[in-house]
């Protein structure tokens, strides 16, 4: 489930989004003193370790911890019955698009917690173990929940993506010290067919778009959170940031290209059906609706290297940074077909 991402974006826009600008340089250790001349709400970052930004980093963070968690369960557990902590063998649920999500969501979380982390004055080498505590605790909350609820189930493969998603952070920040490589996601809402589907029985129609709207919803937010049809989930790499000579060449330092990894006809978790609470059961033909997968290539950017001066204007261009940019697009998909989309949002 996309709720993955919900609790992702609210985290890093109102906890971890205090500064999209350079890290801190690196400290020795924690218990470097206080930030010389350094404001409390400044977005410039502390060069030595600031008590007063900790304390309300942590204190802001535990609070919208504390909401969210609160919020998601009303929003998602409340209204299933509570069992015994089991385990669920999702694979192939989804065509594996929630999958993606847990990996996005798990680096964003990390990424964004270790600029915030930075912004108190930690070193790099503390900033980044909190992240990584950070991204993983919050996960891990999710999937404590899934696994009390008779709707879900603790996922093995769950917690193997989010673990992917704090390593991709992690091992970015040990070798280069820096991430090269930026997951990001994007979405429109397909035109979902208008045609009349029928039940099994004949007793009752409905039409995909009607599917659709139930299953994911239909504005933006929706979209971005659950509509898997929708969804393509992108690992962005920095090409400059590669290249030997980088002080002598031209080439642009915040031009990226994009892979990127989406589904089409996925209407039911594992397989194109379902039933209404009327008890009409509804099945697609697999000719006509085959669930398949999609591969993308295409240009990017990478907003924070966009050069500028202003750091409101590095912090707007930074939370610009998880969404990819509407762009030219190859496709390949599992249905044997290759496609140039002129524009792939």
Not at 28 to 55: C, I, M, Q, Y
Not at 116 to 121: I, L
Not at 213 to 228: E, P, Q, R, S, W
């Amino acid at each position: 489930m996309m709720k993955y991402c919900l609790i992702t974006l609210t985290i890093a826009i109102w906890l971890w989004a205090p500064v999209f600008s350079q890290p801190a340089a690196p400290q020795d250790s924690l218990a470097s003193g206080l930030s010389e001349n350094v404001r409390l709400f400044s977005l410039e970052p502390a060069t030595t370790f600031h008590k007063g930004r900790f304390w309300l980093t942590a204190g802001t963070g535990a609070a919208v911890y504390s909401g969210i968690s609160v919020a998601l369960w009303h929003a998602w557990y409340k209204d299933y019955p509570l069992t015994h902590f089991h385990t669920f063998n999702d694979w192939g649920e989804w065509n594996d698009m929630d999958k993606a999500g847990h990996l996005f969501a798990a680096y964003i979380e990390c990424n964004y917690a270790f600029k915030g982390a930075s912004w108190t004055g930690m070193n790099r080498r503390s900033a980044m173990w909190t992240a990584m505590a950070v991204g993983t605790g919050l996960q891990a909350t999710i999937e404590v929940m899934d696994g009390f609820s008779e709707e879900w189930g603790f996922s093995l493969g769950d917690i193997g993506f989010n673990t992917l998603g704090v390593g991709l952070f992690a091992a970015q920040e040990l070798l280069w010290k820096e991430q090269r490589i930026l997951m990001k996601v994007s979405g429109v809402r397909p035109d979902y067919s208008q045609e009349p589907v029928f039940a099994t029985d004949g007793t009752d129609v409905t039409t995909l778009d009607n599917r659709a709207a139930g299953l994911y919803g239909t504005n933006f937010f929706h979209v971005i959170l659950k509509d898997y049809n929708a969804l393509t989930v992108w690992g962005s790499t920095n090409i400059h940031s590669f290249l030997n000579n980088k002080k002598s060449t031209r080439f642009p330092k915040w031009l990226n290209v994009a892979a990127g990894y989406g589904a089409g006809n996925i209407y039911g978790g594992f397989e194109n059906k379902w039933t209404t609470e009327d008890g009409a059961t509804f099945v697609l033909d697999p000719e006509v609706y085959p669930r398949y997968r999609q591969f993308y290539l295409s240009p990017d950017i990478d907003w924070t290297k966009i050069p500028t001066r202003h750091r409101w204007l590095k912090f707007t261009l930074g939370l610009l940074n998880w969404v990819k940019l509407p762009a030219p697009a190859l496709e390949m998909n599992t249905l044997g077909k290759m496609k140039f989309h002129y524009l792939h949002w």
